[in-house]
């Protein structure tokens, strides 16, 4: 069975920065895309950024680009988030998805708040 691990959430003031890990016990992670998607109370969930297998590639939310990086480490089978200038409006819980595998991260908060 995949495990799929989340971690590096939590609570930061406007402007500052926090950097989500998700890693998957997945032999062929490395032939994948990842994306972390996020979802606001109320709100539907929305794809934040993907980035293909070899990490050559990379898409981003209007809302993010330029303040967030989507990077990864196939050595690790790990991906991140590297969230810098953090705006109340990015308080969600955050999810990392191997979309073609059906695998999900568990969910991390991340709180941005003065």
């Known amino acids: 069975q995949v495990q799929v691990v989340e971690s590096g959430g939590g609570l930061v003031q406007p402007g500052g920065t926090l950097r989500l890990s998700c890693t998957m016990s997945?032999?062929?992670?490395?032939?994948?895309?990842m994306k972390w998607l996020r979802q606001s109370p109320g709100e539907g969930r929305e794809m934040v950024a993907e980035?293909?297998?070899?990490?050559?590639?990379?898409n981003y939310a209007e809302s993010v680009k330029g303040r967030f990086t989507i990077s990864r480490d196939n050595d690790k089978n790990t991906f991140y988030l590297q969230m810098n200038n953090l705006k109340p409006e990015d308080t969600a819980v955050y999810y990392c998805?191997?979309?073609?595998?059906?695998?999900w991260g568990q969910g991390i908060q991340v709180t941005v708040s003065s």
């Open positions: 997945e032999p062929t992670f490395q032939f994948y895309a």
């Open positions: 980035i293909s297998g070899s990490g050559g590639a990379t």
């Open positions: 998805n191997a979309p073609l595998l059906g695998y």
